[in-house]
């Protein structure tokens, strides 16, 4: 059991370029989330994903985009990354948005745009 | 909106010395209420919740009491350790369950 598990781990673009980063859960969860962290700014959510097939905007959803083609797996795209892009990505699943539901978090990709 | 307000870090302290990080929220109604962590260079993992008012969750040697009236859900460990060093966030889900609004996180650094 891995858990949630994110490729790449580190990733340099330069601005204007477009990457996609993979997050996978062998949990058979329905919940899935990108998050970025940022210097004294905590974790803020970009979009998520309430079932395969189903995505929906976060906090910060500008200039991304995601796809949850199947259910085990969530992308994050960046069509044309920016410097601002620069951030540490997390993605989390969880099984049933109910009280006292628990988030699992993959490693986190570190992404620099130059 | 729902928000979360943690004391701001870093931290530092030395060895078996007591904690505590304050975290504060906002919200409607009574939520559940975490507390994450994350280790130098790893993702955050759950640490403790409390579902209901008056719970206290406890895990590793950390507490954390679910406080209504004063809407607050601080962190305790009566004696810190060096491998304790870590980033600790406070959250709590939106009224819809939907997702989790972070607190910006606290930085503890203990020391030898």
């Known amino acids: 059991n891995a858990g949630v598990t994110q490729t790449p781990k580190f990733r340099v673009l330069k601005t204007g370029q477009s990457m996609t980063l993979l997050c996978a859960q062998d949990?058979?969860?329905?919940?899935m989330y990108w998050y970025r962290q940022d210097p004294g700014m905590g974790l803020r959510l970009i979009h998520y994903s309430v079932g395969e097939g189903t995505t929906a905007k976060g906090e910060v959803p500008d200039g991304y985009n995601v796809s949850r083609l199947k259910k085990q797996n969530f992308l994050l795209g960046l069509e044309s990354a920016a410097p601002s892009q620069t951030s540490v990505y997390f993605c989390?699943?969880?099984?049933?948005?109910?009280?006292?539901?628990?988030?699992?978090f993959g490693p986190g990709t570190r992404l620099t745009v130059t | 909106g729902d928000s979360v307000t943690q004391m701001e870090g870093p931290v530092t302290l030395s060895e078996e010395a007591f904690l505590t990080i304050n975290c504060t929220y906002t919200?409607?109604?009574?939520?559940?209420l975490f507390w994450y962590v994350q280790y130098p260079g790893e993702g955050l993992q759950l640490l403790l919740k409390?579902?209901?008012?008056?719970d206290k969750g406890s895990n590793k040697g950390f507490e954390a009491t679910y406080r209504k009236e004063t809407t607050s859900f601080h962190l305790e460990k009566g004696s810190v350790q060096v491998s304790d060093s870590a980033v600790y966030f406070c959250a709590l889900p939106n009224n819809a369950g939907n997702m989790l609004t972070f607190g910006g996180g606290t930085r503890l650094m203990v020391k030898p």
């Open positions: 919200a409607t109604g009574y939520p559940s």
């Open positions: 949990m058979n969860h329905e919940y």
């Open positions: 409390a579902t209901k008012a008056d």
């Open positions: 989390a699943s969880s099984y049933y948005p109910g009280e006292g539901y628990e988030q699992y």
